[in-house]
């Protein structure tokens, strides 16, 4: 086991000691009480496994059964509107 202190922590992750002791507080990282605080080093790495973002995996199959969608056919669904029909030029009869 290896106790790093939060300035250790914030070097290897590249962020302000302030973000360490924000994760500390809220929980997402495990730290030993004291002066000065310690992490262990195992947790640290353990919080930077479940912090990354993993790529969706090729197998064509898309969560909860749903049909793989294009990025074009994504994009017409989600951001560009939907084409309205157009309307009557045909004005109202005046009686």
Do not use: H
């Not at 106790?3 to 002791?21: D, M, V, W, Y």
């Not at 049909?67 to 004005?91: C, T």
């Amino acid at each position: 086991m290896k106790l790093i202190t939060e300035q250790e922590a914030s070097e290897i992750l590249r962020c302000s000691a302030e973000k360490i002791k924000r994760l500390r507080l809220s929980g997402r990282l495990a730290y030993i009480p004291g002066r000065p605080v310690m992490i262990d080093e195992a947790d640290l790495l353990a919080f930077i496994e479940a912090s990354k973002i993993r790529a969706p995996t090729s197998s064509g199959n898309a969560p909860e059964g749903k049909p793989k969608l294009s990025a074009e056919a994504w994009a017409r669904l989600a951001v560009l509107k939907p084409k309205r029909a157009p309307r009557s030029s045909k004005k109202p009869a005046n009686r």
